[in-house]
């Protein structure tokens, strides 16, 4: 079975920092590019960062450009999210998804990050 | 990248057929056929229901349908269900070098 779990939410305070990791199992986790998907409490998704099967390239929305950095380790077949200077803004349920051309086949349960001081 | 935009709600009696749109620019919607649709119920996870503009992935009931004119896509759901009421996601591919982009979210009421 297709599977992604996410881990290393919680609360925090303004400027905190903070790491998600996404682990994969049931597939070739090297043959997909990975994305972070966001979703503040009630509103919509909302894309965050993505990244290349190889780790090379990588993408991020303006919003938290300079702030995340996604990475993935296809050894351990876990994806990354190194969160920095977080804002209240930043609070959100964040998803990890295994991507093909723009479709999420696959969606991990979320984990709830609250950046509250 | 602007979202795409969806109406906010929707709604239909069991068994109507209901469309939800997604209008976007020629730089997503309309430039590929990588159009998705997610259904997503309060506190989960979004789960895919039509991908590349009118695919569906196995085990999504045929009453769901995807099409495109355009830069709008759409998502019909025929013969409504009460099961059906959730919120409803468009997205669309945008380039090899961005992110991709979601619409706005439709509410589907099933009266």
Known sequence: EVQLVESGGGLLQPGGSLRLSCAASGFTFSDYWMHWVRQAPGK???????????????????????????????????????MNSLRAEDTAVYYCARVKTGTIFTWGQGTLVTVSS | QSALTQPPS?????????????????????????????????GKAPKL????????????????????????????VSGL???????????????SNNLGVFGGGTKLTVL
């Open chain 1, 44 to 82: 919509g998704l909302v894309w965050v960062s993505r990244i290349s099967t190889d780790g090379t390239t990588t993408a991020y929305a303006d919003s938290v450009k300079g702030r995340f950095t996604i990475s993935r380790d296809n050894t351990k077949n876990t994806l990354y999210l190194q």
């Open chain 2, 10 to 42: 929707a709604s239909g009696s069991p068994g109507q057929s209901v469309t939800i749109s997604c209008t976007g620019t020629s730089r997503d919607v309309g430039g590929y056929n990588y159009v998705s649709w997610y259904q997503q119920y309060p």
């Open chain 2, 49 to 76: 229901m039509i991908y590349e503009v009118n695919k569906r992935p196995s085990g999504v009931p045929d009453r769901f349908s995807g099409s495109k004119s355009g830069n709008t896509a759409s998502l019909t």
């Open chain 2, 81 to 95: 269900q009460a099961e059906d009421e959730a919120d409803y996601y468009c997205s669309s591919y945008t380039g």
